[in-house]
């Protein structure tokens, strides 16, 4: 039985959607159990109408919520009643197996190394996102903000991450790794990716060099590694450019008769481009590096995106024992690259 922790009050739409959207993932499985930790009536009201099955379900009340806008560091410490402390201290003692939270990002992460503590081997943990591949499947892209100054030996932790991720979640059995960069030539960019480069070659199976942003969505690689920093920018962008897109063909279809016309014999087209970029087909990010699993949803996350994060992200990465193959293969690495036991956890 897979067993989850949820934060049920984190989001711009808790508890409702949350519940809803575990709620279905619930149906289609027959070995998840949820445990919705928050305000017990507000869950209880959401769970109302819904059908669902009784005995895999359970709520565990926190009267405290910790705010989109509260301090991460000092939040996660204060507010020991919060649905978010609660939740993660369930993966700590062995109640969960895996943790969702839509709520504070930083609090999240904060969390997740403060209770859960990190993979031997791993210094710092990453936020994996798959982003939309146009010429096959999804391309897991990380860190896309969880470390914004990572080391060169840390980048090669988030590519072992990622190459076994990628294995796991998406079936692709020779992962191509690459690291984001400004140009595809192993002597371009800062001293971090040169470095990173450089062991990447010499300890990564399926390292395929650089590669430039220009190609992330073209499937040019399967897993594209860079900093915290640089991926939450390219995240962002992304995302802004995609809604940017998408409303401006809406505006501008109902300004003339002909493109409302051309709109018509186009719909399947633009369906499908939805399809391709809607960032709720895989649900959430997953904090990976930390002993168990955290996977963190958009603020705004809606049913379906608790539902697809928990049928294709939670239930195969317990099940599979992907924190397992991460110790594993860490273990493999030279002691000069591994995680030190006296790096700081916040």
């Known amino acids: 039985m897979v067993r989850v922790a949820i934060d049920a009050m984190g989001g711009d739409h808790a508890p409702g959607e949350i519940v809803s959207g575990a709620v279905a993932a619930l149906t289609a499985l027959d070995d998840m159990h949820v445990t919705f930790v928050g305000r017990e009536n507000a869950v209880r009201e959401a769970l109302k109408g819904l059908k669902y099955p009784e005995e895999r379900v359970a709520v565990s009340h926190a009267e405290e919520i910790i705010q989109a806008d509260d301090d991460p560091g000092l939040s996660i410490r204060r507010k020991k009643e919060s649905s978010m402390v609660k939740a993660l201290l369930m993966v700590r003692s062995g109640e969960a197996d895996a943790f969702l939270s839509a709520g504070n990002t930083g609090a999240l992460m904060a969390g997740g190394l403060l209770f859960l503590g990190r993979i031997r081997g791993i210094n710092r943990p990453a936020l994996l996102t798959p982003m939309p591949g146009f010429h096959g499947q999804p391309v897991l892209f990380l860190d896309v903000g969880a470390n914004m100054d990572a080391r060169p030996e840390q980048l090669l932790q988030y590519a072992f991450m990622g190459r076994i991720y990628a294995q796991q979640i998406l079936?692709?059995?020779?992962?191509?790794?690459?690291?984001?960069?400004?140009?595809?030539?192993?002597?371009?960019?800062?001293?971090?990716?040169?470095?990173?480069?450089?062991?990447?070659?010499?300890?990564?199976?399926?390292?395929?060099?650089?590669?430039?942003?220009t190609e992330v969505f073209f499937n040019a690689a399967d897993v594209v590694v860079c900093d915290g920093f640089v991926g939450n920018i390219f995240l962002k962008s992304s995302e802004g450019l995609s809604r940017t897109i998408l409303g401006f063909f809406r505006q501008e279809i109902g300004t003339k008769l002909?493109?409302?016309?051309?709109?018509?014999?186009?719909?399947?087209?633009?369906?499908?481009?939805?399809?391709?970029?809607?960032?709720?087909?895989?649900?959430?990010?997953?904090?990976?590096?930390?002993?168990?699993?955290?996977?963190?949803?958009?603020?705004?996350?809606?049913?379906?995106?608790?539902?697809?994060?928990?049928?294709?992200?939670?239930?195969?990465?317990?099940?599979?024992?992907?924190a397992g193959k991460f110790q594993s293969a860490m273990g493999e690495l030279p002691g000069r690259v591994q995680g030190g036991e006296n790096d700081q956890a916040l």
């Not at 369906?271 to 809607?278: A, F, G, M, P, S």
């Not at 697809?308 to 990465?317: D, G, R, S, Y």
């Open 171 to 213: 079936g692709c059995s020779e992962p191509r790794v690459a690291l984001l960069n400004v140009g595809i030539e192993s002597n371009k960019g800062n001293n971090q990716v040169k470095k990173a480069f450089n062991l990447c070659q010499e300890h990564l199976p399926g390292f395929c060099g650089n590669i430039e942003g």
């Open 258 to 322: 002909r493109y409302k016309l051309g709109a018509v014999l186009l719909k399947p087209v633009f369906h499908k481009l939805r399809h391709e970029i809607d960032d709720s087909g895989y649900g959430g990010a997953p904090l990976l590096g930390v002993n168990g699993l955290c996977i963190k949803c958009h603020g705004s996350t809606k049913a379906r995106s608790i539902e697809q994060a928990l049928l294709k992200q939670v239930h195969p990465f317990v099940q599979k024992n992907v």
